[in-house]
Nanobody, 126 residues
Framework: QVQLVESGGGSVQAGGSLRLSCAAS????????????MGWFRQAPGREREGVAS???????IYADSVKGRFTISRDNAKNTLYVQMNSLKPEDTAVYYC?????????????????WGQGTQVTVS
């Protein structure tokens, strides 16, 4: 069973920055290496969950157009942790942010293709 725990959410003014972290369980050690993918998704009130950025095989990275140039996804395999650095935040970035993972060597931004999810962390930009 994969366990993912997000942290780092909070409230920030427009133009500010936040860094979210996603700690993966021991069972997913090396989860971001070959054969696995991880990603960040978000869901605003009244809207469908959408992909923000995802990562696979230590080299394939995808960003949603809405966050390109502002968000950066990264991982620390030694800590089994996935990050997303969010800069130049906008009010429209306000959402619950989720970390997700799946066992496959490629990635995308479709939340229906990810089988494991964290509990989410709130990001509010005013």
């Amino acid at each position: 069973q994969v366990q993912l725990v997000e942290s780092g959410g909070g409230s920030v003014q427009a133009g500010g920055s936040l860094r979210l972290s996603c700690a993966a369980s021991e069972a997913t050690s090396g989860y971001t290496s070959s054969g696995q993918c991880m990603g960040w998704f978000r869901q605003a009130p009244g809207r469908e969950r959408e992909g923000v950025a995802s990562f696979a095989n230590d080299r394939e990275i995808i960003y949603a157009d809405s966050v390109k140039g502002r968000f950066t996804i990264s991982r620390d395999n030694a800590k089994n942790t996935l990050y997303v650095q969010m800069n130049s935040l906008k009010p429209e970035d306000t959402a619950v942010y989720y970390c997700a993972a799946d066992y496959r060597p490629y990635t995308d931004l479709d939340p229906t293709t990810f089988g494991f999810w964290g509990q989410g962390t709130q990001v509010t930009v005013s």
